[in-house]
């Protein structure tokens, strides 16, 4: 099995479950004591938060440049990074990097697809819901993409505020759930969660659509990547 390098710490939480899913995966694959080789850099999200806001993505890109570079220079060699957002700067990040690289939404579409699925409900921070670099990647799939209709920035502050920090609230669920609804109600048939840490907050139990948890296609997607050609 090849090594897995994962970028995260944005935020920890969500990368505390991907490390759970990526042993959990390789363990379901493999069977009895088996775990994955992983080599994680968890940067400090303080400052590529305030680079989010200010939007100097360049800026973080770079920052991101040398951690992928570091990685492979550790050993890695399949990358993956454990955030929806920061695969704004995918490009840049990935420059000289000489390592295959999974981005999340492309396993997340796959499943989507496979399921039937055709139009779909994106939530997410708002630099995700707003921008195209997200949405295009999954229309480039051939899916159609709804975002809410809703203050995307109560959604955000959501994430950033309570989710990021371990803070799951009720009300801040039917926030969700609310968007979730408006969302089916202009056609979405499934929800993505675009977000690694919404899936703390909403699963299939608490929403009416059928639920994409992007952390969880994502981690199993790496493992599939790092057991490629090599059983």
Request: negative net charge; hydrophobic residues 45%; proline residues 3%.
């Amino acid at each position: 099995m090849k090594t897995i390098g994962l970028i995260g710490g944005m935020s920890w939480e969500s990368s505390a479950h991907y490390y759970r899913i990526l042993n959990q995966e390789t363990a379901r694959r493999l069977g009895g004591l088996h775990s994955a080789p992983v080599i994680m850099h968890s940067v400090d999200f303080a400052p590529i938060a305030e680079m989010q806001s200010a939007g100097n993505w360049d800026a973080a890109g770079r920052q991101l440049n040398a951690v992928a570079q570091g990685l492979v220079r550790a050993g890695a060699e399949v990358l993956g990074l454990a955030t929806n957002t920061m695969h704004v700067v995918s490009d840049i990040m990935l420059e000289e990097v000489d390592a295959p690289f999974i981005h999340i939404a492309d396993p997340t579409a796959e499943a989507l697809l496979g399921d039937g699925y055709d139009t779909v409900g994106l939530l997410g921070t708002r630099f995700t819901m707003e921008m195209d670099f997200y949405k295009q990647r999954l229309v480039g799939h051939g899916l159609n993409v709804v975002v809410p209709e809703v203050d995307h920035t109560n959604l955000n502050g959501i994430i950033y505020d309570e989710l990021c920090k371990g803070i799951v609230r009720e009300e801040s669920r039917r926030t969700y759930q609310v968007a979730i609804d408006r969302m089916a109600a202009n056609g979405a048939q499934a929800v993505i969660l675009g977000c690694t840490e919404i899936g703390m907050l909403i699963d299939d139990a608490t929403s009416t659509l059928p639920t994409y948890d992007t952390t969880d296609l994502h981690a199993r997607a790496l493992v599939g990547a790092a057991l490629k050609d090599t059983r």
